[in-house]
């Protein structure tokens, strides 16, 4: 018979701890996570009645509360950000005599992440796809991404919203069609000859979805029914800032920008996440700052914009063309555009470049 070998004593107290951690932390779930959940007699969701009576609809409702009341992470992050992110969405909903609950169509779509980016290729709080992005008026393009811009996407949301709804003359058709498209709602309202959404087949995830939206209205208003309890002073606030609107004639380096600032690269870029790349560019933008820095960057835009425009007088097209003994490094001296900006922007993956070549110096 094999000898037994001893577990390490660091080992066996390592192992001790983690099985005694998991074991409060799944005592404190199902001491937080009641048997059942709570479901009202009646109710109902962009100003429209679930016909809780049906017991297939009932199901439907209790399967999606059950699937995401069970996620408490998922949920204490749906309160905290709520707090940040819905007091926007409710004031832009009540200047358009929107129903309130569609802010809840942003939870069920992303989380409130704003940054959330599906499989599919449906980015930002409202989980645009890139050509229904655009049909809505988001810029989408090599330095940009409004998808990504809070108020930006929930403007153009908010308006394809109310399109739907002008079609379908219904709220909860207008958000299926969201999920599914315009067009294959309409094909299914063909075919069944049927325009109450709980009564059509529809795909299973647009089926799902007014559904998921119902439970998390429920959840967001009565908390504590689920066993949420997260005090007023730990809920996420908007983040203050100055806006400030800019137009430019040339890209601009965000590097630039800030280091001629007291603001980190970062914070402008978080600020502004529609900017994707390393540039900001040619265009008119409304900008974010730190509270009491808009002026500022105001200036600072203008001025480098000047700058750069002065350099850039010499190189028509924004191109410069390489002589006889330029390297990548002369050349970043010459034209201020750092030698990776030139890699990068010209596709060079080392150092050669050939006399006669054009060489881009900015997007």
Known sequence: MPEKKAIPKGKSMRLFFLLLFSAVILCANLQAAPDDFFIPKTM?????????????????????????????????????????????????????????????????????????????????????????????????NRLTDERLNFEQSTEAALNYLSRLHRRFNSWTLAAAAYNCGANRLYQSIQEQKVTDYFRLNLPLETERYIYRIAAVKLILEHPEKYGFHVSPERVYRPIPCDTVTVTIKTPLRISDITGNMAMDYKTLKELNPQFT??????????????????????????????????????YPGNMYTVQYGDTLGHISERTGVPVRTLRRLNGIKGSLILAGQKLRLSP
């Open 44 to 140: 109902t969701v962009l100003e429209e009645r679930i016909p809780l009576e049906n017991r297939a609809v009932y199901e439907m409702l209790e399967r999606e509360i059950i699937i995401s009341a069970c996620d408490r992470a998922q949920v204490l992050m749906w309160i905290k950000r709520s707090g940040r992110y819905f007091p926007h969405i409710e004031q832009a909903l009540q200047k358009r005599s929107m129903p309130d609950d569609l802010k809840y169509l942003a939870v069920a779509e992303s989380a409130l992440i704003t940054h959330s980016l599906s499989t599919a290729g449906a980015r930002g709080p409202w989980q645009f796809m890139k050509h229904t992005a655009r049909q809505s008026g988001l810029r989408k």
């Open 277 to 314: 790349g390393d540039y900001l560019p040619a265009g008119k933008h409304r900008l974010k700052a730190p509270p009491g820095s808009g002026r500022e960057l105001r200036q600072t835009i203008t001025a480098q914009a000047k700058s750069v425009l002065n350099r850039f007088k010499k």
